[in-house]
């Protein structure tokens, strides 16, 4: 003999019952009170399972630009990386020095004079 609880509404049935009243979402006790099926609160699953695909389209959102911005970073390199074979190839068969490229991204310095005191 079971206890069964949903809402206020407090029911003893036998054995048998035992797995329709859970599937009609009752609280099932045995006979000293022990709960041995609690339904879940769909509820407060429903709101955590919000909060965690909120979060996860946020972070979606954070990796995606991510790869975008590597995806042109991969970009440049290989132009880079091309332009760099170009001048090494030319370096080798001419024998003169490989240009330097405007969009090699490397800063260039130039040296300014002390002033005399």
């Not at 339904?39 to 407060?44: F, H, Q, R, V």
């Not at 699953?45 to 970073?73: C, M, P």
Request: proline share 3%; aromatic share 6%.
């Amino acid at each position: 003999m079971y206890k069964v609880e949903k809402k206020n509404r407090i029911l003893r049935i036998p054995d048998e019952k035992f797995d329709e009243y859970k599937k009609m979402g009752y609280i099932i006790r045995d006979e000293n009170d022990n709960i041995l099926f609690e339904p879940e609160n769909i509820k407060a699953t429903a709101e955590k399972l919000k909060k965690e695909n909120d979060e996860l389209k946020t972070k979606l959102k954070e990796v995606t630009l991510y790869a975008e911005d590597a995806d042109k970073k991969i970009t440049d390199l290989q132009k880079e990386n091309e332009e760099l074979k170009a001048a090494i190839q030319a370096q080798a068969t001419m024998g003169s020095a490989a240009p330097v490229s405007e969009d090699s991204g490397k800063k260039k310095t130039t040296k300014t004079p002390k002033q005399s005191e």
